[in-house]
């Protein structure tokens, strides 16, 4: 995933300095919420062979809806936010959203 989608805060920064070279101010912590959300919709759309469910932010939490707009996975940050989980560990949030992606869609 790397610049496309960070997947640590190395990458995280990378993707900032690659973006305020186009012009473009966006904060660490914007790019680690936009970071979290296309991961989770990555690993949906590889499970389900294609993009049919949508990933949105509801709150501090991510939710899966399915074509029909029902939600079919509601997942929460282990602490406060999924940006202070990435903060701490990038590696685990990652495992975080894989697995949700695997119980929200490997149930159909």
Do not use: C
């Not at 101010?25 to 949906?44: G, M």
């Not at 399915?66 to 989980?85: C, G, K, N």
């Not at 949700?100 to 159909?108: C, D, F, H, L, N």
Request: hydrophobic share 45%; no cysteine.
């Amino acid at each position: 995933m790397s610049l496309a989608i960070p997947e640590n805060m190395e990458e995280v920064m990378m993707r900032q300095a690659m973006l305020k070279s186009h012009g473009q101010e966006v904060t660490v912590d914007e790019i680690i919420q936009q970071s979290v959300l296309d991961v989770l919709q990555a690993f949906v759309d590889q499970d389900l062979d294609g993009h049919y469910d949508e990933v949105k932010w509801v709150q501090k939490q991510l939710v899966i809806y399915d074509l029909s707009h029902d939600e079919t996975a509601r997942i929460a940050p282990r602490t406060e936010t999924f940006v202070m989980d990435f903060k701490t560990n990038s590696q685990a949030v990652l495992l975080q959203l894989e697995d949700a992606a695997k119980k929200a869609v490997g149930s159909r």
